[in-house]
C-alpha cells in the first residue's frame, strides 16, 4: 500500500510561487526506522555497516544512501567526505553531480508536456525539430575510414527518442565515425540547447530508426522539446513545474555560491599513491559554478539525496507527493514499461539494457524479468545512474526504492565491492 508523508506546516501546491519551507519540513522528515518500513532490524543494521565499510574501504570517498518502502525511511545514512583533501565530511545535505540521474527528470517533464496533449508518441522528431527531417544515416564505413550515407527510410519517433532506438550517437563511447563526430565537434561541450541540436542535426544516425538501442544525446534532444513546447528555457520549466511543487531547492544545473561547502567533489584511486585523489575539474566547458552552463537533460543537474528521493517517492506513488500531482498513475506506468520490442539490435547496453530480462521505457531501464535478469527485485522494477556513480532503482511490487550518492569516476581500488549488488541483496533478505 502505498503512502505519502504529510507535511507538518506547509500543503505544498503546485501553483505556489516561492517555497520558502526548510527542507527539514518537507518529506523524508526522518528516519521512520527499519521496523516501521518493512524489514528486519537485522537486516538495516547489516545494509548501514556495509555500506560504511565499502567508505572505510577506500572504495569511494563518501556516500549517502537512503532506503523506503511503503513512503517509510527504513535508513537515510552518511559516512566518509565531501573531499578527501580537506577531510570535509559528506552529510545528509552533500549535494552531488547526478549526471545521467537527471534523464528521468527530462523524462517526466516531457510526460507532463505529453499529458497536456502537445506531442504523441508516433510523432516525427522533426515535427518539434525541423533541421532533423533531412537527417543521414551511416549504411557503412568504407576502407579509407570515411562513412557512407543513406536516405532516412521513415523519420524517428518521439517514442524511439524516449528509449534510445531512434539512432543518435553520444560521443561516449565507440569508435565509429558517428561518436568520433560528437566527439570532434564537442557536441556536449555546446554553450546552449540551440548550438547542440545544430551541431547534432549535422552528425549522421547510426542506423535506421527502430533498428538499434543505443544509448544516446536523446534525452539532451528532449530537454531541447519541453523547450520548443512552452516557450521557456529547460531549466524554468524545470523549476516551475518538478522541482517547485515538490520542494527540491537543491537540485537545479549549477552550484550557488552559498552552496559550495555542501558540493561533494569527484574522486579515483590512484594506484602509484594508493589512496583516493580528487579529480580535476574539467577546462573543455564550464564547470557546475556556472550559472550559464549547458542545461543538459541528458546528465547536467545536481541535487541532494533528500531532494531526489523526494522525485522517487513522487514516482513510488505514480506520480503524486505531498498533495502534488504531476503525472497521472498511467503516465508513470507507461514510462515504466519496456517498450523495446525484442527486433532491435543492442549496440551498447549501459546499465543493462540487452542483457536477459532487461528492457527500456521512457528514461528508465526496467527489469521486466528479475528471475532472467539474476535478481531478487519485483518484476517491473525500474533505475537508472549517473556517470559519477549515483543510483537509484524502484521496485513497484514492493513500493521500496533505493537511493545511493557518490562522486567516484575512473580507476577503483583493486578488490573494490560492488555497492549496488551488496545493497540490493541484503536489502531482500531484511524484507519482514
Known amino acids: 500500500m502505498k503512502r505519502t508523508v504529510a507535511l507538518t506546516t506547509l500543503i505544498l501546491a503546485p501553483w505556489i510561487g516561492s517555497v520558502a519551507q526548510a527542507a527539514d519540513d518537507l518529506w523524508p522528515l526522518q528516519e521512520d526506522g527499519a521496523e516501521a518500513a518493512g524489514f528486519t532490524e537485522a537486516g538495516i543494521a ?13 572504495d569511494v570517498a563518501g556516500m549517502v544512501w537512503m532506503l523506503a518502502k511503503d513512503g517509510k525511511v527504513a535508513t537515510f545514512e552518511a559516512a566518509g567526505f565531501n573531499s578527501v583533501d580537506d577531510q570535509a565530511p559528506m552529510t545528509e545535505e552533500s ?37 532533423f527531417a533531412e537527417l543521414k544515416v551511416m549504411h557503412s564505413v568504407d576502407a579509407a575510414g570515411n562513412m557512407v550515407l543513406e536516405d532516412l527510410q521513415r523519420q524517428p519517433t518521439m517514442r524511439e527518442l524516449l528509449n534510445h532506438t531512434a539512432g543518435f550517437g553520444y560521443g561516449l563511447f565507440g569508435d565509429d565515425p558517428v561518436n568520433a563526430a560528437f566527439r570532434d565537434q564537442e557536441v556536449l561541450s555546446s554553450p546552449d540547447l540551440n548550438v547542440l541540436i545544430d551541431k547534432v542535426a549535422a552528425i549522421p544516425l547510426l542506423a535506421q530508426p527502430g533498428e538499434q538501442w543505443y544509448y544516446s544525446i536523446g534525452v539532451d534532444v528532449q530537454g531541447y522539446i519541453v523547450e520548443q513546447l512552452t516557450g521557456m528555457t529547460f531549466g524554468e520549466y524545470l523549476h516551475q513545474h518538478v522541482f517547485e511543487p515538490l520542494g527540491m531547492d537543491d537540485t537545479r544545473f549549477y552550484v550557488r555560491p552559498e552552496d559550495e561547502a555542501r558540493f561533494a567533489e569527484v574522486h579515483y584511486w590512484d594506484a602509484e599513491r594508493n589512496r583516493l585523489v580528487q579529480l580535476a575539474e574539467r577546462t573543455d566547458r564550464p564547470g557546475y559554478r556556472d550559472a550559464d552552463r549547458l542545461e543538459s537533460g541528458g546528465g547536467g543537474l545536481v541535487s541532494s539525496t533528500r531532494d531526489y528521493a523526494r522525485f522517487l517517492q513522487m514516482l513510488v506513488n505514480e506520480g503524486e507527493l505531498d498533495g502534488v500531482r504531476l503525472l497521472t498513475p498511467e503516465s508513470v506506468r507507461l514510462m515504466r514499461t519496456n ?25 528508465f531501464a526496467v527489469t521486466y524479468d528479475p528471475r532472467a535478469a539474476g535478481s531478487p527485485q519485483g518484476p517491473g522494477t525500474y533505475y537508472w545512474a549517473g556517470a559519477a556513480g549515483t543510483t537509484f532503482w524502484i521496485d513497484p511490487v514492493n513500493d521500496i526504492f533505493w537511493l545511493s550518492m557518490i562522486q567516484a569516476q575512473g580507476p577503483r581500488r583493486p578488490g573494490a565491492a560492488n555497492a549496488g549488488v551488496i545493497a540490493r541483496d541484503i536489502i531482500y533478505q531484511s524484507l519482514k
Open 339 to 363: 517498450s523495446l520490442t525484442g527486433k532491435e539490435s543492442m549496440a551498447y547496453g549501459i546499465g543493462g539494457p540487452g542483457q536477459p530480462g532487461e528492457g527500456f521505457g521512457v528514461d
Open 95 to 131: 549535494l552531488f553531480r547526478i549526471y545521467s540521474m537527471t534523464k528521468p527528470v527530462t523524462g517526466v517533464a516531457l510526460m507532463m508536456l505529453w499529458e497536456q496533449g502537445l506531442w504523441k508518441f508516433d510523432d516525427p522528431i522533426s515535427k518539434f525539430i525541423p533541421q
Open 46 to 58: 547489516s545494509l548501514d555497516a556495509a555500506m560504511r565499510e565499502i567508505v572505510r574501504n577506500q
